[in-house]
């Protein structure tokens, strides 16, 4: 595997952002002097977002764009986790709400770490208070029932070994509870994980409806914590 950096962005009708924002990216990254490519992973997108990524991939080299038919980010990461070529593999949210300054700050933690937290909740954020309640419970929850020591485990802004990841991808969930997984697995497994403060400002509207996905990502919880029981 090469060494270089993958940022795999998980799209659910981005149409809105999703030009401007990787042209940004791009002329970010071209800036670290680095090898890199971005993966854009379309998952059950309706609006123009498959259109706007197969541009976005045409026109440059180093974007590579996908579409699956069914919505659910996991189902987008399992995807893009085996595509990558590079060494590092970072994850970022379509709308760049994070600070990209985390990009090289993660990009020198890997170099003796296994993964890299992005955490809002040790940075600074903002966000509408009942997402940052809503996380701080389960962020509380995760950390209490897997003995886990970590103050994020939103999707965006987490960066990972490659290679130290690639076993574990029979495990990604379908949907949004695979950080918690890998982090798990990884931890269990003795390999270095640190755990960074990011600034973050995500004011727009969620792409998720907040109740499903609290029941979603608790029930996920409780049953990776009945697993680790018996593990």
């Known amino acids: 595997m090469t060494h270089g950096l993958t940022v795999f962005i998980p799209l659910y009708n981005e149409e809105a952002v999703l030009q401007q924002n990787v042209v940004a990216l791009l002329s ?58 590079y060494t590092n593999l970072l994850c970022l949210d379509a709308d760049l709400s994070t600070d990209l300054d985390f990009v090289p700050r993660a990009v ?20 509408p208070l009942v997402r940052v309640i809503a996380s701080e419970l389960f962020i509380a929850c995760t950390n209490m029932l897997l003995r ?24 990604v969930d379908r949907h949004t509870f695979y950080t918690q997984e890998l982090l798990y697995q990884l931890r269990r497994r003795g390999k270095k994980i640190v755990e960074i403060p ?23 919880l409780f ?3 009945l697993r680790s029981l018996r593990e």
Not at 109 to 126: F, M
Not at 157 to 163: C, D, G, I, S, V
């Open 223 to 225: 049953g990776l914590w």
């Open 148 to 171: 886990m020591p970590y103050r994020d485990y939103s999707i965006g802004a987490k960066a990972y070994r490659t290679e130290a990841i690639l076993p574990f991808v029979h495990k």
């Open 28 to 85: 970010f990254l071209d800036t670290l002097n680095l090898p890199y490519e971005i993966v854009l992973g379309s998952n059950g997108s309706t609006d123009r977002t498959p259109e706007i990524g197969n541009e976005l991939a045409n026109i440059y080299p180093r974007v590579k764009f996908f579409h699956l038919s069914r919505r659910g980010p996991g189902l987008a990461f399992a995807e893009a986790l085996p595509r990558a070529v």
């Open 108 to 127: 020198s933690a890997l170099r003796d770490h296994d993964a890299v937290v992005g955490s809002k909740q040790t940075g600074r954020q903002k966000r």
């Open 198 to 220: 990011v600034a973050c400002e995500d004011l727009r509207e969620s792409r998720f409806n907040l109740f499903h996905e609290g029941f979603y990502r608790y029930t996920k």
